[in-house]
């Protein structure tokens, strides 16, 4: 199964900072709600950490785009509540033949794009070849040979080979589903104001300022959204979100750094289960770190306990496996992960010389102190580090170049499987690596083609193995999605990658 890479990086990017922190912090899942009949009305008002890329979906990389273009752009089938399974979207009901070869979808016999005209299976067809075409994501679905359209509301994908972890890939934001022929538009004036079947419709949106959006009035689940208004503005410097929020000017904070985080009241800062996996890559372009036992060292050797309670206090937790928790079908590797043993790394690297090492990382608290801890791991098994603060997007750029020895990276799933971010491992050429992932291909051939519960499981411990036994990275920590949240807000439940549905969420008036 040939995949060239897709540009998901950034939805995978969770680097953030941490300080001091103190306390617990409510769980994601209603987010300590007071409860109550739900009103509607009023308006929500956001923080997003990064800029908004705009609606088109091939070219959305960011988790904060992915929930803003999802509550247009509505996908056939959606994350549950917290992540961990998926939910009807535009398609009220979805199934496969006998060998998993066909997936047949039944559309919501409601569901109308927000001018009014229902959604049709040949606006899905459409939507289909839209998304194969697609630089980026569209190798994700290629394993799509037709998309038929059996009568107004059922479609049949015809798939390439048995592919029973394509629903989980049609709640991607990239999976999106337009009008036939973007209604009759040239695809640029499209994207710019888009047309979508999701609870809203978009009044304006800029990158670095403002997204407005507005109730769809022709919305299939009944009674949402249940806001007159959604304002999203990028917060660029986040200092000021903990006024913002203590103050009422802002109802949500996303994907707030621990820093913040600690100077909020606890029961403004609302905490996923531990998922985003930071991890340290290795360039196997290095001479030294061709050899997988240097790498394997090199996971023996660090402090995971100081990585966890000092870089991410209170947030985070040692790895139990390269691949992030919290996922449906996780297992653990065959054998236990990494942990620090230096004993077991100096015996593994054995005379063999490795240095220095330069460490790519991003300059903020928590990314400084991820390295200053790497630095004084390695140097106690005689690797000298050298430290290369920079920016996020410096440091994907020398990523993407294959400039750098070590690299201090995050990544998460970004649909209810265990097997995403595996794909994402692979698809990136090992997460940047170099390492071989021809194994890691053959097993995700094997998942997709598996219905069970025990036999994806099991294939999910191969693959944990394989990431153990020739590493393409170290994973450090699995850390806490955080969101700040104002007393008023109500409805509102999280995914471990941090993402929300905007539809649900109400306001105590």
């Known amino acids: 199964m040939a995949r060239r890479p897709v540009a998901i990086s950034l939805a995978s990017l969770a680097l953030v900072g941490a300080l001091a922190l103190t306390g617990c912090s409510q769980s994601a899942n209603g987010g300590g709600d007071a409860g109550g009949e739900p009103v509607h009305g009023g308006t929500l008002t956001a923080a997003r950490a990064n800029p908004f890329e705009g609606f088109e979906l091939d070219k959305q990389t960011l988790n904060s785009t992915f929930q803003l273009s999802q509550a247009v752009i509505e996908t056939l089938t959606r994350p549950s509540e917290d992540g961990m399974s998926l939910a009807p979207g535009l398609a009220e009901s979805w199934e496969f033949n006998d060998d998993n070869t066909a997936l047949t979808l039944h559309l919501e016999p409601e569901a109308a794009f927000s001018d009014g005209t229902p959604v049709t299976a040949e606006d899905v067809v459409f939507s289909v070849e839209q998304w194969k075409a697609g630089p980026n994501y569209g190798a994700v679905y290629a394993v799509v040979d037709k998309a038929e359209a059996s009568d107004e509301k059922t479609v049949v994908l015809h798939l390439a080979y048995p592919a029973t972890t394509l629903p989980a890939l049609l709640s991607w934001s990239s999976a999106g589903v337009v009008p036939k022929d973007f209604g009759g538009r040239k695809a640029a004036d ?8 999701g609870p809203f419709v978009v009044e304006k949106w800029s990158a670095n300022g ?26 660029a410097d986040p200092n000021s979100i903990t006024l913002q929020l203590q103050s009422g000017q802002l109802d949500l904070a996303d994907e707030i750094t621990p820093v913040v985080a600690s100077s909020l009241p606890k029961n403004m800062v609302v905490q996923a289960p531990e998922h985003i996996t930071d991890n340290l890559i290795f360039n196997t372009k290095h001479a030294a770190l061709k050899d997988p036992k240097v790498r394997q060292a090199i996971g023996y050797a660090l402090d995971y306990q100081a990585l966890s309670d ?12 390269a691949l992030p928790t ?14 620090e043993d230096q004993a077991k790394a100096k015996e593994l690297l054995g005379d063999t010389r490795v240095g220095p090492l330069e460490l790519i990382y991003v300059n903020d608290p928590s990314g400084s102190l991820v390295a200053q ?14 430290l290369r603060g920079s920016d996020a997007g ?49 097993l995700l051939s094997k998942y997709d083609a598996v219905s069970g519960a025990e036999e994806k499981e099991a294939l ?16 450090l920590v699995h850390r806490s999605a955080l969101e700040g949240k104002g007393a008023s807000v109500q409805g509102f439940s999280m995914t471990p990658w941090g993402n929300y549905d905007l539809a649900t969420v109400w306001k105590q008036q």
Do not use: C
Not at 326 to 339: D, I, L, M, Q, V
Not at 417 to 431: C, E, L, V, Y
């Open 190 to 197: 499209f994207w710019q104001s888009p047309i979508g079947a």
């Open 210 to 235: 403002e997204v407005v959006l507005k109730p769809n009035r022709h919305y299939h689940r009944e009674g949402l959204p249940r806001v007159d208004e959604v304002v999203s503005n990028y917060a």
């Open 310 to 321: 000092t870089a991410f206090r209170g947030y985070g937790v040692p790895p139990v496996g």
């Open 326 to 339: 919290n996922s449906e079908y996780w297992a653990p590797p065959g054998k236990p992960y990494f942990t």
């Open 373 to 386: 801890i790497t630095q004084d791991s390695l140097a106690k098994i005689g690797i000298e580090v050298k």
């Open 394 to 442: 410096t440091m994907l750029g020398a990523m993407d170049e294959g400039d750098f020895d070590l690299a201090a990276f995050a990544y998460n799933a970004i649909s209810p499987d265990a097997s995403d971010p595996a794909t994402f491992i692979a698809t990136t050429n090992g997460m940047y690596s170099g390492v071989s992932t021809d194994r890691l291909f053959e």
């Open 460 to 475: 999910i411990s191969k693959m944990q193995d394989n990431l153990f036994e020739d590493p393409p990275f170290i994973a």
